[in-house]
């Protein structure tokens, strides 16, 4: 070969290969996941009796694991127009996953199946009537982590195989078929007769359980048996547990908690006949825009987006949005969603994947912490306390009850305390309510819970109650009247307030009243308890205030009725606390500290103060119960009672535990509270829901530094050394072989 001819060959081969790096040409489209390569360590190999399935494994505390979900940057998206799902189903992209040509098929075809399951049901109604179409958004929360399932099972088992060091070079291998059962197992090692079945989530497959039952009852009886263990992230659920008991096989927490990569959309498609970036059909940057949030969000509540987002901030994907987002609005749309995901999830390959947090009660929902410094003080981290049900039914309700605590939270914020009071009372119907705080959410939960507690009164001394029937019985005076002001503050908050976040440990709410004649006539047209004597009046006081405002206390701090009341009070703590912290430095919330703008937080609900009290005067006028008795001294009717007051959350107290007292009182609440950040965290009876805020788009504020292997400069000039050695080595070979007489002679 001409050596002038070999050099140029080379450079330009050595040229493209760095241009185009190792791993085809730049821009390419991304591959499917591949099988899980495992490397070689250093060292000896693990003690076999530390591995899971050993006699003292030796795990460690739980750990987290990234894995990408191509789709996520489709999160929040509006929903798509018919012409746009006509034009998607003729589009080759509709059959890669993780574009929006793909999702708007797969809306298209649930749609079909619905109807025609419809269609069958309506020409032979037998048995249930199928279910109604879930809205875009609710089917859309269950459609995107499908896609990111294989990524997910195939990142635990790199992070298994990292974590106990389970190297090729010690003889450990991926996906290893065992032939007489027709199963290829995650990781195995065949020197020590381990195989591992690992699962990044609660569930297992049935249908691979067969098999997997079958390979151990062909162990049984053997020298040596091959052992399967399987590993969860998490702990199985009940139903996994009976059916790997009933199946002999022994199962290993590997404990490690999830967090999925927002890729930030695919470059730009120039053939594309949609927008992209903010608001359009490309990349957010993880999260919505700074105006708010778009259109297509769940109806009637907030968007997952927009949880405790201020209007300069972004939401990172993280546990709360998306549980919340994944919660149906009814016990209806939830069972749906719960079977959607079922069959996402078993398209995926994964059925065992297919989980929705169920048995959570998301009418309990408070929030119970924040953090003002995440990411270097440009965001905030929080977390939402929820009970636990006794079942795993279908939870619902998350979204409604988390923008409450969210929208209460900016207007406690945006409002001067002073006007945080209610007053129903009917002497003074033109001092309800704060004209703005009137146009809010919060003011309407203040507003409800007041009449409520009117309510309350009622149903304690019913006389037809054993309770009610005393209370009347041992009430004094000729008219037996009792009349007075009664009304909810804050109680005393207990809260653990240090290392620039707070816990918000216990947010009670206490009752007070006061003896007060009302002017305005009640029921029967009296005006309150006037012509009662004075003593009567302080002694039926004392009766109501030690038998009755106890019952009511405890209603107001759990009853059902008053949930929204105890929410909206725990986020006000919250932002009392950015309050205070504001007064010295800038927060998160700075700029939204007492500028009385509530646009962004208005009321959802159709509701006007003057409905709510008018409500109050009808009841007051006409009494919540009427009840005629013949006694030896006539017919009486019990109607003598006059309640009325309001709600001031103008003030609160807090109770500020100490590091040590918090530590020892509390040792798993402040693990759990951060944990919750990237998946349901649990401590006792409580769930825990955490999320994040940034100043910045979430995939430039926590990208890691683009390494140099990405750029293709790196690899020029990785690769001109290499040239000019090649170059300089050749041309001396050329000359020298030219000058040696043999080279001559040629």
């Known amino acids: 070969m001409n050596g ?47 591995l899971p399935g050993g006699s003292r494994p030796a795990l460690g505390p739980k750990q987290t694991y990234e894995y990408l979900n191509p789709s996520e940057w489709l999160r929040g998206r509006a929903q798509p127009k018919a012409h746009e799902v006509a034009a998607a189903m003729l589009d080759q992209r509709a059959e890669v996953p993780g574009t929006w040509q793909h999702a708007m098929k797969r809306w298209q075809d649930y749609q079909r199946d619905k109807a025609k399951k419809l269609n069958k049901y309506l020409d032979n109604p037998v048995g249930k009537r199928p279910s109604k179409v879930l809205p875009w958004d609710a089917w859309l929360v269950k459609f995107l982590p499908a896609q990111g399932n294989d990524y997910q099972g195939k990142a635990y088992v790199q992070h298994v195989v990292e974590r106990l060091k389970l190297g090729a070079n010690h003889g450990w291998q991926a996906e290893l078929n065992v032939p007489e059962v027709n199963r290829f197992y995650d990781l195995a090692n065949v020197e020590l007769g381990l195989y591992y079945e690992l699962k990044s989530g609660s569930g297992i497959d049935e249908k691979e359980l067969a098999r997997d039952k079958a390979f151990v009852e062909a162990e049984r009886g053997k020298v040596n048996p091959r052992r399967l263990v399987y590993l969860f992230a998490v702990q199985p659920s009940d139903k996994s547990k009976r059916l790997l008991k009933e199946a002999s096989i022994d199962y290993v927490v590997v404990a490690a908690q999830k967090k999925v990569i927002n890729p930030g959309g695919p470059p730009p498609d120039p053939n594309d006949q949609f927008t992209t970036g903010p608001g359009g059909n490309g990349p957010d940057g993880g999260g919505t825009p700074k105006g708010g949030p778009q259109s297509g969000g769940p109806q009637g509540g907030a968007t997952a987006d927009d949880i405790l987002r201020a209007p300069d901030q972004y939401q990172a994907p993280a546990a709360a949005p998306a549980e919340i987002a994944e919660s149906g609005a009814t016990p209806e749309e939830a069972a749906e969603m719960r079977e959607v995901g079922r069959q996402l999830a078993a398209e995926s390959g994964h059925p065992e994947l297919a989980e929705d947090l169920g048995g959570v009660d998301f009418s309990t929902l408070e929030l119970r912490y924040v953090s003002d410094t995440y990411h270097n003080g440009s965001g905030v981290q929080y977390a939402f306390k929820a009970d636990a049900l006794t079942t795993d039914e279908p939870s619902f309700g998350g979204r409604r009850a988390a923008r409450l605590a969210s929208d209460s939270f900016f207007v406690w914020l945006a409002l001067p305390p002073s006007a945080f009071t209610v007053n129903l009372n009917p002497d003074e119907p033109d001092r309800i309510i704060d004209e703005k705080f009137g146009r809010t959410d919060a003011g309407r939960v203040l ?209 500020r535990l100490s590091a040590a007292t918090f530590a020892k009182e509390h040792t798993a609440l402040k693990a759990s509270a951060h944990n919750a950040l990237n998946a349901p965290s649990a401590e006792g009876s409580d769930v825990w829901l955490g999320g994040q805020t940034t100043a910045v788009p979430y995939a430039e504020a926590f990208a890691s ?16 050394p290499l040239i000019a050695w090649l170059v300089t080595g050749g041309v001396l070979w050329w000359r020298r072989r030219s000058d040696s007489p043999t080279g001559a002679a040629q």
């Open 447 to 655: 507003l409800e819970a007041d009449l409520a507690m009117k309510k309350s009164v009622a149903k304690f001394i019913h006389p037809n109650t054993p309770g009610g029937k005393k209370f009347w019985d041992s009430l004094r005076g000729e008219t037996k009247c009792v009349s007075m002001r009664q009304w909810i503050v804050p109680g005393t908050a207990t809260v653990r307030d240090g290392d620039d976040e707070l816990f918000i440990l216990d947010a009670p709410l206490q009752v007070k009243m006061e003896s007060e004649v009302i002017k305005t006539p009640g029921v029967g047209g009296d005006k309150g308890c006037g012509q009662q004597d004075e003593a009567s009046t302080r002694y039926n006081e004392s009766l109501y205030r030690t038998t009755i405002l106890p019952q009511v206390q405890k209603a107001v701090n759990s009853a059902p009725e008053y949930a929204d009341l105890r929410r909206v009070y725990a986020s006000r703590v919250a932002a009392e606390w950015f309050r205070k912290r504001s007064a010295t430095k800038h927060t998160a919330y700075s700029d939204l500290i007492g500028k009385g703008d509530i646009s962004r937080w208005a009321s959802r609900e159709r509701w006007t103060p003057r409905y709510v009290f008018d409500r109050y005067v009808q009841s007051y006028k006409n009494g919540e119960f009427k009840v005629k008795r013949t006694t030896t001294k006539g017919n009486l009717i019990y109607t003598n009672m006059y309640v009325y007051g309001g709600v001031d959350f103008t003030r609160i107290s807090q109770n």
């Open 4 to 50: 002038r001819r070999w050099v140029r060959t080379l450079l330009v081969a050595v040229t493209l290969a760095a241009l185009c790096g190792p791993f085809g040409l730049v821009g390419s489209g991304a591959a499917a996941p591949k099988p899980v390569p495992l490397p070689s360590f250093d060292g000896p190999a693990p003690d076999p009796e530390t």
């Open 705 to 720: 530094p683009e390494p140099a292997t990405s750029k293709r400069l790196f690899y020029v000039l990785g690769a001109a």
